[in-house]
T-cell receptor, first 110, second 111 residues
Framework: RKEVEQDPGPFNVPEGATVAFNCTYSNSASQSFFWYRQDCRKEPKLLMSVYSSGNEDGRFTAQLNRASQYISLLIRDSKLSDSATYLCVARGGATNKLIFGTGTLLAVQP | DTAVSQTPKYLVTQMGNDKSIKCEQNLGHDTMYWYKQDSKKFLKIMFSYNNKELIINETVPNRFSPKSPDKAHLNLHINSLELGDSAVYFC??????????FGPGTRLTVL
């Protein structure tokens, strides 16, 4: 079982839709969590950090539930440009090691 | 202008060869990393150096040897390449435990 698990998708949604991605992690010692975005044949880029209190950045909302070891990302009013793979990431320990999920592919349709 | 750069971008080689991938960052970061992304798009850490000192060394065959000549460079040398080494290799850098910035990747194909 992978340390960080995600539904691989693909999620095919129309423009303007709201879409939610879920992620679970198995290592309760994980300290920090992130969502990264990876476009096709490009490098991963940090989308947002995830805080226990929940946090929002424009159309994007991230939530963390430490008790359930569950992380979510909500995208409202989807744009064509949101089409990408979304990677759930956990970090723990002294070495800043990032543990990536397998990613969820989002395809926003016109 | 490029923050984290890698060379080459593409590398096609025969089984058994030895090859190197170079990484440079101009962000002034003190920590650099190598990740491997396999054909199923799974991204996994291989190595990390902090101020030229190896701090992460995952379960990677010893055919892979990272070398950090200075804080701005982290190279990856691979001996006796195998088919299973075909993947995209990403270099990344960060300042301590802050955000990691990734390079554009090197797509390695072993024939």
């Amino acid at each position: 079982r992978k340390e960080v698990e995600q539904d691989p998708g693909p999620f095919n949604v129309p423009e303007g839709a709201t879409v939610a991605f879920n992620c679970t992690y198995s290592n309760s010692a994980s300290q920090s969590f992130f969502w990264y975005r990876q476009d096709c044949r490009k490098e991963p880029k940090l989308l947002m950090s995830v805080y226990s209190s929940g946090n929002e950045d424009g159309r994007f909302t991230a939530q963390l539930n430490r008790a359930s070891q569950y992380i979510s990302l909500l995208i409202r009013d989807s744009k064509l440009s949101d089409s990408a793979t979304y990677l759930c990431v956990a970090r723990g320990g002294a070495t800043n090691k990032l543990i990536f999920g397998t990613g969820t592919l989002l395809a926003v349709q016109p | 202008d490029t923050a984290v750069s890698q060379t080459p971008k593409y590398l096609v080689t025969q089984m058994g060869n030895d090859k190197s991938i170079k990484c440079e960052q101009n962000l002034g970061h003190d920590t650099m990393y190598w990740y491997k992304q396999d054909s199923k798009k799974f991204l996994k850490i291989m190595f990390s150096y902090n101020n030229k000192e190896l701090i992460i060394n995952e379960t990677v065959p010893n055919r892979f040897s990272p070398k950090s000549p200075d804080k701005a460079h982290l190279n990856l040398h691979i001996n006796s390449l195998e088919l299973g080494d075909s993947a995209v290799y990403f270099c990344a850098s960060s300042q301590e435990r802050y955000e990691q910035f990734f390079g554009p990747g090197t797509r390695l194909t072993v024939l």
